[in-house]
């Protein structure tokens, strides 16, 4: 390697060590986020996205064949597959427009990163349909900008060139405040554009010579605890009724306090505990009656992943019947039956037990477990997309921060026609469902289903995580928030006033119908007391009340 040109062994260790960097920093990055939700947040999205590319980059970081072409595959495959939230994907498609260009050569010089940069931010703005300045698209392009301006101007000196480039970059991710209020407001830069200077600045590092720790840990392998053969067959009374499981990603090193308290928690509330505190990741399962609770305390240690619940008293019964009618052998798990290929199926995100009933009833063939707490990444809907058997596939992402990474999979999918609603909330998905006609084409359903969730506003009460100020309302943590298409709509300490205030923001004079899906942690009597006063204010609507079973939001709630 030449001293101003970069080869594969250095642009592997340059790119790794951008990840960790990311990774050290994805708390800090999370609390930048402008709305004070308990979601999966931006540090977390885009560092699990470049994870997965980092883990392939390591393995051929080992190895002494490295070139620069498998090198950009795996950085450019890796990331796309595992994009996750619309900061994630932005991310991915930043690297994939890099690696076009890198791919062609064995070194690169200044002239080839000027070109590759500029294809790079090429790529991420094609593939957000209404780009918006002041995020992390802002700060790429801004980089692009002043490497090419430099590799123009006859800069040959790499170091001092990277240098300048970061620099700049820093000062554009400064500026974000002054092109969006909100940013403004809350105080903040643009988090996406600090996740991608986090990058950038630990690869300068990497090319620097500092002392970086590459290695990469292995993903935590999500294992299903064995089911005991005997207990599946009695007929005893199920004590907790739901296996909760998930894996919390952890904010800092989890100690033995915190583990020991953690536990305690959880045997206040269940049994057939499992913890398993591995680095930076906490495998959790747990018999309960109440998953809310255990998510809500697992929230507090970190983001969470990999979410199941499973009603275990539906299914006991399911395995009586079939006991009593001599079935000598158990049905095979629904994913093994080869399902007959039909012309239309549907995938749909959600969570819940509910919201996922509803879905399964409309006629969803495969459910992604997920939402504003854990966003599903690419591969996930590419998974789902396997498994439904069809020629068309709808998918609907139900939230706005998932709809990027789908439109993603049905770009990598080749055999099948891929039609993504762009649903932004559960309520539009399950509206989209229903607008569905089996005698109108796919193009004709697109259209009919995109401008009848046009026509639903969406209201969802939660919990504040920090203390903020949006849309001039000051918002403290625990307070409980009414959070519509737009922004905030109500803020307060009395969970009743704030959504009522929410549904009275929803609700204007073409309203015919109002539908409420309540929570895990909302009792069905407090529902049942909600729906009465909004039937009683709005007399003219039809008021309709669901369990949801939905994890942080008490309350999601549609006006159409």
């Not at 809310?292 to 275990?312: C, E, R, T, V």
């Not at 049942?528 to 709005?538: H, I, T």
């Amino acid at each position: 390697m030449g001293l101003n040109t970069i080869d594969a062994k250095m642009l592997a260790k340059m790119f790794l060590a951008g990840a960790k960097d990311l990774e050290s920093k994805k708390e800090w990055i999370n609390d930048l986020n402008v709305f004070p939700v308990p979601d999966g947040d931006t540090g977390t999205n885009m560092t699990l996205t470049i994870m997965a590319a980092a883990k392939d980059v390591a393995s051929m970081n080992a190895t002494n064949d490295l070139d620069m072409p498998s090198l950009a595959k795996a950085i450019s495959s890796g990331s796309l597959r595992g994009a996750r939230g619309n900061s994630g994907v932005i991310l991915s498609q930043l690297f994939r427009g890099f690696a076009k260009v890198i791919r062609e050569y064995d070194e690169i010089d200044i002239p080839i990163i000027a070109l590759a940069c500029e294809r790079a931010v090429e790529t991420a703005y094609k593939a957000v349909m209404k780009p918006k300045e002041g995020t992390i698209l802002t700060v790429a392009k801004g980089a692009s900008l002043k490497a090419r301006e430099l590799a123009d101007a006859g800069e040959t000196d790499m170091e001092k060139y990277l240098g300048e480039i970061i620099a700049h970059a820093d000062y554009v991710l400064s500026q974000t405040p002054e092109m969006l209020p909100v940013l403004k407001q809350a105080g903040v830069v643009d988090s996406g554009g600090q996740g991608l200077m986090q990058v950038l600045k630990g690869a300068y590092d990497a090319y620097l010579g500092k002392e970086v720790d590459f290695t990469v840990a292995a993903p935590v392998k999500t294992e299903k605890p064995a089911v005991d053969a005997a207990a599946a067959q009695a007929d005893a009374d199920i004590k907790f009724g739901y296996c909760t499981e998930f894996i919390i990603l952890l904010n800092k090193t989890f100690n033995i306090k915190q583990e020991l308290d953690f536990k305690a928690f959880l045997e206040s509330i269940g049994d057939s505990i499992v913890v398993v505190a591995d680095d930076d990741v906490v495998k959790v399962h747990v018999h309960t009656n109440d998953p809310g609770l255990a998510i809500q305390k697992a929230l507090k240690y970190g983001a969470l992943s990999n979410m199941k619940i499973d009603n275990m008293r539906l299914e006991h019964q399911e395995k009586v019947i079939r006991m009593s009618e001599n079935q000598e052998e158990a049905a095979p798990a629904e994913e093994e039956i080869p399902a007959e290929k039909k012309e239309v199926g549907f995938i749909a995100v959600s969570v819940g037990e509910g919201l996922n009933a509803i879905m399964k009833d409309l006629g969803v063939d495969y459910i992604i477990e997920g939402g504003q707490t854990m966003n599903p990444s690419t591969e996930d809907v590419l998974n789902a997309i396997e498994k439904v058997n069809a020629e068309t596939v709808f998918v609907l992402p139900n939230n706005k921060n998932i709809i990027l990474a789908a439109n993603q999979a049905k770009y990598l999918t080749e055999d099948k026609n891929i039609v993504v609603i762009p649903s932004k909330t559960i309520a539009q998905g399950i509206t989209a469902v229903i607008n569905y006609v089996p005698d109108m084409s796919a193009e004709d359903n697109e259209a009919a289903m995109t401008e009848a969730i046009s026509m639903v506003k969406t209201g969802e009460v939660t919990y504040a995580v920090r203390d903020t100020v949006i849309d001039d309302k000051e918002i403290h943590e625990g307070d409980y928030m009414g959070i519509g298409d737009a922004g905030i709509l109500a803020v307060g300490t009395a969970i009743e006033d704030v959504t009522a205030t929410m549904v009275d923001e929803m609700v204007d004079e073409d309203t015919e119908l109002i539908s409420i899906y309540y929570g895990a942690d909302t009792s069905e009597e407090d529902a049942e007391a909600l729906r009465s006063k909004v039937e009683e204010k709005y007399g003219s609507c039809d008021v309709e009340l669901q369990y949801g079973g939905q994890p942080i939001y008490y309350y999601i709630i549609s006006a159409e």
